[in-house]
């Protein structure tokens, strides 16, 4: 299943700057995904997800001095969980564990530059990505 990049930003009543192709397709994947400094680690192993994800999404990476905002959004199907990670472990690059149901979807939104990933069923870790500039530090795209 496949939507369009406009549709999924109407949905979520984000415009965008006018950069980015809206009647783009936006397909529905379930590997690994990459978006800007956010990676979708697949994790079957992992325990599921329980915190609902509300009908406004949930910001799991916040602007502070730029529009690097990354949030999750769930509509279609049933409903979709993240738990945000709480521990501050593995360097603070853990953002949390996303459960996507059989039949559901959810989108993860950075409409500034990226668009939007659809994450299929199954469960995800969240993470933030690293470079090395003389010390460790979280990479802001």
């Known amino acids: ?14 415009g965008t700057l006018g950069v980015l192709d809206i009647q783009i397709d936006v397909p529905i994947l379930t590997g690994a995904q990459r978006q800007g400094d956010v990676i979708v680690l697949p994790r079957p192993n992992r325990a599921t997800a329980t915190t609902p994800i ?26 979709c969980f993240f738990d945000a990670d709480q521990t501050g472990g593995n360097a603070d ?15 993860l939104l ?6 939007a990933n659809g994450i299929g069923p199954g469960t995800y870790e969240l993470r933030r990505q690293r470079e090395f500039a003389g010390e460790w530090r979280q990479v802001a795209d």
């Open 1 to 14: 299943m496949t939507t369009t990049l406009g549709s999924i930003l109407d949905r979520a009543g984000i």
């Open 54 to 79: 509300p009908a406004a999404g949930v910001r799991v990476v916040r602007a502070e001095a730029s529009a690097n905002t990354h949030s999750i959004m769930s509509w279609d199907g049933p409903g």
């Open 93 to 107: 690059l853990t953002l949390g564990t996303l459960t996507v149901p059989p039949g559901g979807s959810a989108y």
């Open 110 to 115: 950075h409409t500034e530059e990226h668009g």
